[in-house]
C-alpha cells in the first residue's frame, strides 16, 4: 500500500508558490490498492485539486459525485490491471479534457476529441508546398517569403528552443514584407515561455492578454483572486505590419494561450478555426498502484474574464476547402494573402 502523493510541475516562480500550497495540502489519507482504492484515490484527487469541475457542470452538465457511483459499480475484486485501466481511463473521459491523463507502464489514457471530432483544416502536404524547398529555419520556425512579398512563417511546436536571437533574424529578414502569416496550425502546445517569447514580437506597449487562478483550498471552487497577465514588448526585432494568425482546433495549450496574447494586439487577426482549448497548469500525483496522473489545477482566462479552457474563436471563421486542396490551394493562407494585400 503507498501512500497517496503528489508533485508539481512548475511554471514561473509566482505560481510555484501556489501549487506547492497545493502540494501541501493533498490528503494523508490511505488508500489501499485495490480496484476500489485506486478508484477512490483518483477521484478524490480531481475532487480536490481539478480546477473546471465547476465550469465542467456548468458547461457540459458534469455531476461529479455521480461519476464515482457510477464508475464503483464497475468494479470487481478480481479484476484483471487492464480493466481497472480502462474504468479509471473511461472516468477521467467524463472531464472531456485534453489535459487529463493517465500514465501506466502499458498505456497513456487521454481525451482527444478537442481536434478529432472537427475538420483538421489543415493539409502538411499544401503547407510543404507553400514553405517549398528554400525555406529557412530558425529553431522550431520555418519561414520564407511568397512570391507577392508575404512573409510566410510555420511554428509548429512550442517545445524546442526559440531564442530571443532566431526571433531577431527572423523578423529582420521578413523586414520588408508587405504583411506576415503565422501559421501555428497543428501546433499542440510545448513551452510557455516560447510562447509568449514569441507573442512578444507583436506588441510595442505593455498589454492586459488575461488572468490566472490557483486552486487554493479543496472545494470545487476554492481559487484565489484572479492575477493579471501581461504581455511585455520584447527587446528585440518586433513587427510592426499586419499579421495574420492561422488556427485549427489542434492548436491547443501553450499555442491556445498564445492566440489569447497576440488576440490582443492590433495588428493580429486570428483566422481559421477554434483553437482546441486546453488552458490550465498541470498538475500531478501517483495513486497506490504507481500509476501517475495529470490534470489541470490552475484556470487561465481571457482579458474579458472568460475561460479559455474550451478555445477561443476567431476573428475571421475560414475553413479549408475540399475543392481548393484538390487544386493544391490552402484556402486559409489565400485568404490571408488577399487579406493583406487588400489593405
Known amino acids: ?22 502540494s501541501s495540502c493533498v490528503r494523508e489519507d490511505q488508500f489501499a490498492d485495490t480496484p476500489q482504492g485506486n478508484l477512490d484515490a483518483l477521484w478524490t484527487l480531481i475532487d480536490e485539486h481539478y480546477c473546471f469541475l465547476d465550469y465542467k457542470q456548468q458547461s457540459i452538465g458534469l455531476h461529479w459525485d455521480n461519476v464515482h457511483t457510477r464508475y464503483s459499480q464497475r468494479l470487481h475484486g478480481d479484476m484483471k490491471t487492464m480493466q481497472l485501466f480502462e474504468v479509471l481511463a473511461d472516468m477521467l473521459s467524463e472531464l472531456r479534457d485534453g489535459h487529463v491523463n493517465l500514465y501506466a507502464a502499458h498505456d497513456i489514457a487521454r481525451n482527444w476529441s478537442w481536434y478529432e471530432d472537427y475538420p483538421a483544416n489543415f493539409s502538411q502536404e499544401l503547407q510543404d508546398a507553400y514553405l517549398g524547398t528554400d525555406y529557412k529555419i530558425a529553431s522550431s520556425l520555418s519561414y520564407r517569403i511568397l512570391d507577392d512579398n508575404i512573409g510566410y512563417v510555420v511554428c509548429s511546436s512550442f517545445s524546442s528552443g526559440m531564442g530571443d536571437g532566431n526571433l531577431d533574424e527572423l523578423f529582420h529578414s521578413l523586414r520588408t514584407c508587405n504583411g506576415l502569416i503565422l501559421d501555428v496550425r497543428d501546433n499542440s502546445g510545448g513551452n510557455l515561455t516560447y510562447a509568449e517569447r514569441l507573442a512578444r514580437r507583436f506588441t510595442n506597449e505593455r498589454r492586459l492578454v488575461g488572468y490566472i487562478s490557483h486552486k487554493v483550498g479543496k472545494g470545487h471552487s476554492d481559487f484565489s483572486t484572479p492575477e493579471a497577465q501581461y504581455l511585455e514588448p520584447a527587446d528585440g526585432v ?9 488556427t485549427n482546433r489542434r492548436c491547443y495549450s501553450a ?11 492590433p495588428l493580429v487577426t486570428i483566422l481559421g478555426d477554434q483553437t482546441g482549448g486546453g488552458s490550465g497548469l498541470p498538475f500531478s500525483a501517483e495513486l497506490p498502484n504507481g500509476w501517475a496522473v495529470r490534470f489541470s489545477a490552475c484556470p487561465m482566462y481571457d482579458a474579458d474574464m472568460n475561460h479559455i479552457e474550451f478555445g477561443i474563436a476567431p476573428d475571421t471563421l475560414v475553413s479549408l476547402s475540399e475543392a481548393d486542396k484538390a487544386r493544391g490551394i490552402d484556402t486559409l493562407i489565400e485568404t490571408a494573402r488577399a487579406l493583406l494585400n487588400t489593405h
Not at 2 to 9: A, E
Not at 238 to 246: E, H, N, S, T
Open 1 to 22: 500500500m503507498k501512500k497517496f502523493s503528489s508533485y508539481i510541475i512548475h511554471y514561473s516562480l509566482s505560481i510555484a508558490a501556489a501549487l506547492l500550497l497545493l
Open 255 to 265: 499555442t491556445n494561450t498564445f492566440i489569447r496574447d497576440v488576440s490582443q494586439c
Open 238 to 246: 518586433r513587427w510592426q505590419k499586419r499579421a495574420i494568425v492561422l
